[in-house]
């Protein structure tokens, strides 16, 4: 017994000499496989998120830079409109020599500055030739310096920005000038002075003082070379911290040169030079001081030269990952025993992930992610024309964040969704795909019933306006596309409804919501548009563009009078091509305006050609869209290839339709009277 109990013995020991390695050796690599696993996960967690985070400033960014834009050109259409209230048959007589008493005092000086400062400026100046103004504030001033109002007195609308170097609050806070040209009420509206106005504090301070996340997340305005105009307290404290040897600059491409590591592929060099060419870009990049990465947003305003420059420290957008990821590789390192708490761990990033991934932050439901997947696995297991893609857009929904705020915005979108949700069978599905973009998957219905249906959830949306004295309507763009292909791509059947959508916004036969279905036929026309659109400049180019005559009858006596000058364009590839393909395309595009001056000249051309050659010949007229009378100066071009080609007027004719006449019939006469 006792050889066998020895034998036992020197089995297990055997055993255990080999198993317990084994299983540390096991654990080890178990342990390294969750850890790594789990650093993995981090990784790719930390790229999602920042690639949320960029978009995130990226959106913040652009509805700020969308605010300010309809801010500045909102209090210059106020400066215009107070430009007209001005007297125009008295225009004060200009200073004497000396300078003393030569202007009229503008009346009710009192009453004006009140009307200035309630419009949120500083003071109205009534800016003669000279440069010198009378101003609302009694104050005595001479523009002659500032380009802005110059530019005014020579016929332009001006929003001007001057930046002034320095480390105070107020050299930080460059506020804008506008400026407008006066007229007199005569009919050549000869420029009799400026209207200028500064913007007070108060117009600034509703950007100056917004900020997100307790301040960790702002923005400033800055001129597309960079140089600084609206900066924040908060701003130039933590993000323009400069190193010892360097002074502060002025320009915020300098500073971040001198001060700033650059992360990413992205270099200053390369942002100034998007900035410049009037686009939009990001960059992510931290301080030595304080090694907190950030990522900024540069976004152009508008047609101005102003831009949106939104920062955001990473760590505040992803909420502390930082120090997740570290504890991450102190416990690869130092814990091999504790596999459970690792599986633990990994359990829970994993919930996190899926949460973030699948679900709307916003409104609670399915993130666009999980609503691909969903429909699309619906779609493919349904027949033909079993769903409807549905397409629903919140008109103007900006207007809302401008006016109530992120929170109550977001509020808003919870609101729509839920209720779109409540009429929901099961089988369907609903998300926020972006901003204020909703996608439906619905079973198909008949289309009355669709629109019945519509038109109750918008009612239901909107109940929330009965207790509201000022009421807040909202209101949709809708795009539907019934799914006859259920093997076309998400993304392919997404676009067909948007395309409905887009369609949609044409039509206001009801007062809260447009709907459109799709058609294919829309499909192949946008297509073969954007053929026509890439071939007409070349296609001028080349004359493909061919002039008929039709001749015009007189009915009285059967005899011809005259013709009409018709175009015809021959293409290569596509051969003759009727009008009623490419005309409508080239009122949209503005190129209707080339091709008109193109045709008038082959006229003038033929006219001349057979005056010269001894023919008899009738007069000749040349069709005009209505899109030239949206420039009052649109005839000289036309008089001055008359005068090239030395066609007789007499001969030559601009033909306009009677709708066209009576849309623009004030621009018509403008046009008409206008010195050539």
């Known amino acids: 017994m006792s050889g066998k109990k020895g034998a036992i013995r020197g089995v297990s020991y055997r055993v255990y000499r080999i198993l317990i390695p084994l299983v540390c050796a096991l654990l080890i690599a178990g342990t390294c496989f969750v850890v790594g696993a789990i650093i993995a996960g981090l990784h790719e967690t930390r790229r999602t998120i920042d690639s949320e985070t960029n978009r995130y400033i990226s959106e913040l960014s652009q509805s700020v830079g969308h605010a300010l834009e309809q801010r500045l050109d909102r209090s210059l259409r106020i400066l215009e409109s107070v430009s007209h209230s001005c007297d125009q048959e008295s225009v004060p007589a200009m200073a004497d020599s000396e300078g003393e008493k030569g202007k009229e005092e503008l009346q009710d000086q009192a009453e004006l500055q009140k009307r200035a400062e309630l419009l949120q400026f500083q003071f109205f100046a009534y800016v003669f030739p000279d440069g010198t103004a009378i101003c609302s504030d009694g104050v005595s001033r001479n523009f002659s310096g500032e380009k802005g109002v110059m530019k005014a007195l020579a016929g332009e609308s001006v929003i001007d920005v001057k930046t002034k170097r320095g480390k105070s609050a107020s050299s930080r806070k460059n506020l804008p000038l506008f400026a407008v040209p006066i007229r007199s009420g005569e009919k050549d509206g000869k420029i009799i002075g400026a209207l200028a106005a500064p913007a007070s504090q108060q117009w600034a301070d509703p950007f100056l003082q917004e900020y997100y996340y307790s301040g960790d997340v702002f923005f400033n305005v800055i001129k597309s070379d960079g140089t600084k105009v609206f900066m924040t307290e908060n701003a130039y404290v933590s993000q323009f911290n400069r190193r010892e040897g360097f002074e502060d600059s002025n320009n915020l491409f300098d500073t971040l040169r001198w001060n700033a590591e650059i992360l990413g592929k992205t270099t200053i060099e390369e942002i100034e030079e998007i900035t410049a060419a009037g686009g939009n870009s990001s960059i992510r990049f931290r301080y030595p001081q304080d090694g907190v990465v950030r990522t900024a947003h540069l976004t152009r305003v508008g047609d101005t030269d102003l831009c949106v420059w939104m920062v955001a420290a990473n760590e505040t957008i992803t909420g502390g990952f930082a120090p997740l990821l570290h504890k991450a590789f102190f416990l690869g390192g130092v814990i091999i025993l ?111 019933m669709l629109l019945q249906q519509m038109e109750f959830i918008v009612k239901e949306i909107n109940e929330f306006n009965e ?25 392919y059947i997404r676009d067909r409804a948007n395309l409905a959508r887009k369609k949609a916004k044409g039509d206001r036969k009801h007062m809260l919501y447009s709907c459109s279905f799709y058609e294919d036929g829309e499909r192949l026309r946008l297509r073969e548009e954007n053929v026509l659109r890439n071939k007409m400049q070349e296609a001028l180019k080349n004359q493909d563009f061919k002039l008929y005559l039709q001749p015009k009858v007189d009915i009285s006596s059967g005899k011809v009078c005259g013709a009409e000058a018709l175009v015809r364009w021959q293409d290569k590839d596509m051969g003759l091509i009727s009008p009623d393909r490419f005309i409508p395309l080239f009122e949209r595009t503005g190129f209707i305006r080339k091709l008109d001056l193109y045709m008038f000249e082959q006229v003038c051309i033929l006219v001349k050609k057979c005056l010269d050659d001894g023919l008899t010949l009738l007069r000749i007229s040349v069709n005009l869209s209505r899109v030239h009378l949206e420039d009052p100066e649109f005839l000289p071009p036309f008089v001055e290839v008359q005068k090239k080609h030395d066609a007789s007027p007499e001969f030559l004719e601009l033909e306009l339709t009677e709708t066209v006449f009576q849309e623009y019939q004030g621009k018509i006469q403008e046009a008409i009277i206008c010195p050539i």
């Open 338 to 448: 504790g596999f459970a708490s690792l599986i633990l761990v990994l359990l829970f990033f994993y919930r996190r992930n899926t949460r973030m991934l699948l679900t709307d932050p916003i409104t609670g439901g399915y993130s666009p992610y999980r609503f691909d997947q969903e429909a699309e696995r619906l779609i493919r297991s349904g027949a033909e024309g079993d769903y409807l893609f549905i397409s629903v857009n919140i008109i103007n929904f900006k207007v809302f964040n401008d006016s109530y705020g992120y929170d109550n915005s977001n509020r808003i979108l919870k609101h729509v969704h839920d209720t779109i949700r409540r009429h929901m069978e099961d089988g369907e599905r609903l998300t926020r795909f972006s901003a204020d973009d909703f996608n439906v998957l619905s079973r198909a219905i008949p289309k009355e």
């Open 467 to 491: 207790s509201l004295s000022e009421k807040q309507w909202l209101m949709f763009h809708v795009g539907v596309y019934r799914i006859t292909d259920t093997d076309l791509p998400i993304v």
